[in-house]
């Protein structure tokens, strides 16, 4: 980095943006396979958040791809860096005071473990969307599991190119059973009970 770059301190914090939002700013790193259900969960998450007054962002894969990183392809490398920008971008959504939900499949260990080491300890939290290959593939609405199958799809997690299941996720999701409903259910109350979000009286 040019030694002439020097980082500005603002007078407006994050501490200060937390009181006036009534939340705490976290990024929730949601992975999975493909069809696992993590941009689904994610735009339901942020919908229920949205309801309750938060200040939310998904970064969703695929809307990511056509802007911010159109010009990186499904290599290892490419997928490294596509989850580097994202994590880096992340970074400043929390410093904004913003809770970020980030859906991508981002089936390197290492890679996720390098975006959570630019967060302060807490404030990235793995939420590991779990279902089985065959699951994944049975729900295919993309049809890309199809074209991965016939070759079409080059580098395709869980077919060609491996997925590294989180070691000690957060927030684990089992999607195989469970509706949409409850699994945001079970998202709330795990930000309710670590104090991101204020507990709701019924």
């Known amino acids: 980095m040019d030694d002439n770059i020097v980082w500005h301190q603002a007078t407006v914090t994050r501490d200060r943006r937390e009181k006036m939002n009534l939340h705490r700013a976290k990024l929730l790193w949601f992975t999975g396979l493909s069809g696992s259900g993590k941009s689904t969960l994610a735009h339901a998450l ?4 949205h309801q309750r007054g938060c200040r939310t962002y998904v970064f969703d894969g695929d809307n990511v791809r056509h802007g911010l990183c159109n010009d990186l392809g499904f290599s290892i490398e ?3 860096e596509n989850i580097r ?9 929390v410093d904004a005071g913003v809770i970020a939900l980030t ?4 089936p ?7 975006a959570r080491e630019l967060f302060a300890e807490g404030d990235f939290i793995e ?3 779990r279902a089985s290959i065959e699951t994944c593939e049975s729900r295919d609405v993309k049809g890309l599991y199809k074209k991965a199958r016939e070759g079409v799809i080059k580098n395709f997690t869980g077919i060609s190119s491996p997925y590294e299941e989180p070691e000690n996720p957060e927030i684990v999701v089992d999607t195989e059973n469970r509706e949409v409903d409850e699994c945001v259910d079970s998202l709330l109350a ?11 009286v019924v």
Do not use: C, H, W
């Open 78 to 80: 490419d997928r490294t």
């Open 103 to 106: 859906a991508f499949i981002s």
């Open 46 to 49: 942020e919908e229920r958040l």
């Open 108 to 114: 390197i260990r290492e890679d996720r473990n390098k």
């Open 85 to 93: 920008r994202i994590g880096e971008m992340s970074k400043l959504f």
């Open 127 to 129: 939420v590991y969307i």
């Open 190 to 200: 795990a930000l309710e009970q670590q104090g991101v979000i204020p507990n709701v």
